[in-house]
């Protein structure tokens, strides 16, 4: 009781502080003080009010998925820890390494179906070079860029929690949020992220009551889910011609060894605790790098667990960074799997984000 006062007391005074230079930097910007370009393509950002966790990737992926059949799209991220600097275009030759991890793994999903992929720390400078070498382009989606306000979008898209909602939450550090609740009104749709399939209509109808003092009557609230996929091999030429197994079919003779360098690893784990099978954790900081001893420590592990049968899973985003390292142990790889996820609309028959965007586009189209 005595530490958790003692961190208010420290903790209020810098979230405070923070909040007041959050401010003074949207103010410069709403006075227009702090400049806006705005492009002659329709952008759309996506982006949160917290840090980390509300699943901007996945809902990247479905826009682009859903719009790249009638839009020539140019991906921009900023390429979180990635080793490189300034504008880089994603091309056959990159690595994780070289423009991160989340715009390697759209990249890699998207390639042959025409999306340009690049990363940039300045998104206006990232829009204009990706417009020169592809003039062609007339959708540009921007990852993580809720808060980067140099570029105007055209529609911005806001994700928040269902466990923790940004209006439950308080500003770093405190909490988690980047910004006050409030800047929720620079969205055009909001949407509630991670949602349990079996919400009940009364749940629907208490989440807009509590989101409805922080939005205008032209915001949008939609509520979205993960949807997890079949088991994929992290290394389909060790795999050989085995069946890929079902974690369905695998009862509780069986153990699954979960590694995951995620922020928030709790969907992800209560979703194969779910098959009622055996499960350890093996639980790494979000976007780690995984190293030599990291590798020694994920071998050991797996080769501490006595079951019958055991495999290795890690979600779709660790896959991108376990795969393409060196050092993951050769005896391992034909017991890898990754599970991939995609996004879902609920209520099921409802409004959904690709639908809305599409008519926001239309209105936009200049």
Known sequence: ???????????????????????????????????????????????????????????????????????????????????????????????????????YQIYRKFEKRGVMVAVCEKRTEGIRRMLELNPALNLIVLDDAYQHRYVKPAISVLLTEHSRPAYEDMLLPMGRLREPVKSMNRADI???TKCPTDMKPVEYRIFKENFDPYMFPY???????????????????????????????????????????????RPFIRHIRAFGIKVKLLIF??????NHSDMTAISRKFDSIKSASKIL???????????????????????????????????PGGRNLAELLRQKLRQNVR
Do not use: W
């Open 1 to 103: 009781m005595k530490r958790g006062l003692l961190s208010t007391l420290l903790l209020y005074p810098l979230s405070r502080l923070y909040g007041i230079g959050v401010g003074i930097r949207n103010l410069m910007f709403n006075k227009g003080v702090l400049k806006q370009s705005l492009f002659d393509v329709p952008v759309i950002a996506i982006g949160n009010l917290t840090v980390g966790g509300a699943g901007k990737t996945p809902h990247t992926e479905y826009v682009i998925d859903n719009l790249c059949g009638e839009f020539r799209i140019g991906m921009l991220s900023r390429g979180y820890r990635r080793r490189t600097k300034g504008f880089v275009l994603a091309g056959q030759n990159s690595r994780p390494e070289d423009i991160g991890d989340e715009p």
């Open 190 to 192: 909001v949407v509630l």
């Open 219 to 265: 915001q949008h609230l939609l509520f979205s889910r993960y949807k997890y996929r079949s088991l994929v091999p992290l290394f389909p030429e060790a795999l050989g011609n085995t069946q890929v197994p079902s974690l369905r079919d695998m009862g509780r003779d069986c153990t699954v060894l979960i590694v995951a360098g995620v922020a928030n690893p």
């Open 285 to 290: 900081d979000d976007h780690h790098n995984f």
């Open 313 to 347: 899973v890690t979600t779709e985003k660790d896959a991108v960074r376990l795969a393409n390292n060196p050092y993951f142990p050769p005896e391992l790889r034909s017991l890898a799997f990754y599970m991939p996820i995609t996004v879902e609309f609920l209520p």
